[in-house]
Nanobody, 120 residues
Framework: EVQLVESGGGLVQPGGSLRLSCAAS????????MSWVRQAPGKGLEWVSA????????SYADSVKGRFTISRDNAKNTLYLQMNSLKPEDTAVYYC?????????????WGQGTQVTVSS
């Protein structure tokens, strides 16, 4: 059974930090492109950051560049998002996504999300 389990969310003051984790199981983690996507209250999904399968190539939305860092530990099948200098507008449910495209099929998995609230 494929599982993506996010953790590490919570309530933090503006300027604070959080580290999200996404534990993966049931598929070959090292083959997958991994992303973090968030959804703020009343808004649509917003892509935040992504990592290629090896972790050597990463990308970020302009809104988080310089404040967030994505990383992955392929030995532990875990994806991370270090979030620093948090702002109230970072408040959202953060989802972990795994994506792999072969010649014949697209694989796309999502976690259940973890809530991040930035407020004083």
């Amino acid at each position: 059974e494929v599982q993506l389990v996010e953790s590490g969310g919570g309530l933090v003051q503006p300027g604070g930090s959080l580290r999200l984790s996404c534990a993966a199981s049931g598929f070959t983690f090292t083959s997958y492109y991994m992303s973090w996507v968030r959804q703020a209250p009343g808004k649509g999904l917003e892509w935040v950051s992504a990592s290629n399968s090896g972790g050597g190539s990463t990308s970020y939305a302009d809104s988080v560049k310089g404040r967030f860092t994505i990383s992955r530990d392929n030995a532990k099948n875990t994806l991370y998002l270090q979030m620093n200098s948090l702002k109230p507008e970072d408040t959202a449910v953060y989802y972990c996504n795994a994506h792999w495209i072969t010649l014949t099929r697209t694989y796309d998995y999502w976690g259940q999300g973890t809530q991040v609230t930035v407020s004083s």
